[in-house]
Structure formats: structure tokens, C-alpha cells
């Protein structure tokens, strides 16, 4: 890494910007291996001659890979529990128009990332004790059509 920093002529005396920053070895990241269990279930809701509509429901834990961040590196992580619903609608009896079927699913889900309290080792660490969590959203819908 180059560092290219104009130094104020007031503060050239006092402010020494090194050159170029040494050490070009990546340190080893330590994640570890982990085994996330899923749950899920799927049912029908409604069930008619050409119409079918499922739901669907979800949830997993998952533990961070990664290691607490007491040294030099910044690794921001979490664990996160996340949960998932669905649905799909089926609709087969769709002729002259569709010769086969259209099935719509729409999906969300709720991921939250709880509290993480990374305490640095360093008292004169450049970041610092820091603590990370947060929320996640995710959704779509899709199409499929079948032909016979």
C-alpha cells in the first residue's frame, strides 16, 4: 500500500507519513467449520380443481465462523437466527389459453444479527472495542409457467 498524503507546510515538522506500509502477508482468518440445522414445513392451504395454494414456513440458526476480534484483525460478524414464509399458488386448468401450468411463490425472510461485543486486547488499538448487530430483509416472487 502507497500512501500519498499532502502533509500542511504548518505541520511537515510534526506529521511523518511513512512511504509505504510493510507487512504483505494476509493473516490467517481462523473462521471455524459449523453445522446449521434447518427447519421447514410446507402444507396446503386450499385445494380445488385447478387451484392450489401451499404455505410455507422456516427457521435456522446459524453461529458466526468467525473469531472473537481481540488482536489486529476486524472481522465484523454475528450470529444470526433467521425466519422464512411463503407461498405458492398453482393453477393447472388453464386451457384455451395455457396448454399445462402457472405456479406464483412469493418468499420473505427476517434475519436478525443479535449484539456482538468485540473487546480489543490494545489499549492503543487504531478501532477500538466496537459491537456489531442488525436486521436483515430479503423477499421475491417468481413465475413459472409450464408446457405440455
Same mark, same amino acid.
Given at each position: 500500500?502507497? /500512501?500519498?498524503?499532502?502533509?500542511?507546510?504548518?505541520?511537515?515538522?510534526?506529521? &511523518?507519513? @511513512?512511504?509505504?506500509? +510493510?507487512? #504483505?502477508? @494476509? +493473516?490467517?482468518?481462523?473462521? #471455524?467449520?459449523? !453445522?446449521?440445522? &434447518? /427447519? %421447514?414445513? *410446507? $402444507?396446503?392451504?386450499?385445494? *380445488?380443481?385447478?387451484?392450489?395454494?401451499?404455505? &410455507?414456513?422456516?427457521?435456522?440458526?446459524?453461529?458466526?465462523?468467525?473469531?472473537?476480534?481481540? %488482536?489486529?484483525?476486524? =472481522?465484523?460478524?454475528?450470529?444470526?437466527?433467521?425466519? #422464512?414464509? %411463503?407461498? $405458492?399458488?398453482?393453477?393447472?386448468? /388453464?386451457?384455451?389459453? /395455457?396448454? $399445462?401450468?402457472?405456479? !406464483?411463490?412469493?418468499?420473505?425472510?427476517?434475519?436478525?444479527?443479535? *449484539?456482538?461485543? +468485540?473487546?480489543?486486547? #490494545?489499549?492503543?488499538?487504531?478501532?477500538?472495542?466496537?459491537?456489531?448487530?442488525?436486521?436483515?430483509?430479503? %423477499?421475491? =416472487?417468481? +413465475? *413459472?409457467?409450464?408446457?405440455?
Amino acid at each position: 500500500i502507497q /500512501l500519498v498524503i499532502d502533509v500542511p507546510p504548518a505541520l511537515r515538522d510534526l506529521v &511523518r507519513v @511513512p512511504s509505504d506500509i +510493510m507487512g #504483505s502477508v @494476509p +493473516m490467517a482468518a481462523n473462521f #471455524s467449520d459449523r !453445522f446449521v440445522p &434447518r /427447519l %421447514g414445513a *410446507e $402444507g396446503v392451504a386450499l385445494r *380445488e380443481p385447478g387451484v392450489e395454494v401451499r404455505v &410455507r414456513g422456516g427457521a435456522f440458526y446459524e453461529n458466526s465462523p468467525a473469531p472473537t476480534q481481540a %488482536g489486529y484483525t476486524n =472481522l465484523i460478524d454475528t450470529d444470526r437466527w433467521a425466519f #422464512s414464509a %411463503g407461498a $405458492g399458488l398453482h393453477l393447472d386448468q /388453464l386451457r384455451p389459453f /395455457l396448454p $399445462g401450468f402457472l405456479d !406464483f411463490d412469493l418468499h420473505f425472510q427476517y434475519a436478525l444479527f443479535p *449484539e456482538r461485543t +468485540m473487546t480489543k486486547t #490494545s489499549l492503543v488499538d487504531p478501532v477500538g472495542d466496537y459491537r456489531v448487530s442488525g436486521d436483515g430483509f430479503a %423477499g421475491g =416472487l417468481t +413465475m *413459472e409457467v409450464g408446457f405440455e
